[in-house]
Nanobody, 123 residues
Framework: QVQLVESGGGLVQAGASLRLSCAAA????????MGWFRQAPGLEREFVAA????????AYADSVKGRFTISRDNAKNTVYLEMASLIPEDTAVYYC????????????????WGQGTQVTVST
């Protein structure tokens, strides 16, 4: 079992950048496909980005493509989400996620969740 802890959230103005980190403990993340989801108030949790086990392949939601970058450092057991050109619609709680499977694009495919970190983008 792996424990995931997110950090790096906060309150920023539109157009700013943030970097989220997800530190894992308990098991090496190299055995998992990793990703990020987010959930805004009153909405369902949605896919943001995913990265395969060696970091060589990534996937993004259309709403963040070109602005967000997911990466991983297996030696540090950490996953990152670089967010640029933030807009108010990016406001949400961001969750780190891990799966033992080969696909990570819906909450049903997640085996492990972090506790979430709040990102708020003001106008």
């Amino acid at each position: 079992q792996v424990q995931l802890v997110e950090s790096g959230g906060g309150l920023v103005q539109a157009g700013a950048s943030l970097r989220l980190s997800c530190a894992a403990a308990g098991r090496t993340i190299s055995t998992y496909r990793m990703g990020w989801f987010r959930q805004a108030p009153g909405l369902e949790r949605e896919f943001v980005a995913a990265v395969n086990r060696n970091g060589g392949s990534t996937a993004y939601a259309d709403s963040v493509k070109g602005r967000f970058t997911i990466s991983r450092d297996n030696a540090k057991n950490t996953v990152y989400l670089e967010m640029a050109s933030l807009i108010p619609e990016d406001t949400a709680v961001y969750y780190c996620a891990a799966t033992v499977g080969w696909r990570l694009q819906t909450p049903l495919e997640v085996n492990y969740w972090g506790q979430g970190t709040q990102v708020t983008v003001s106008t």
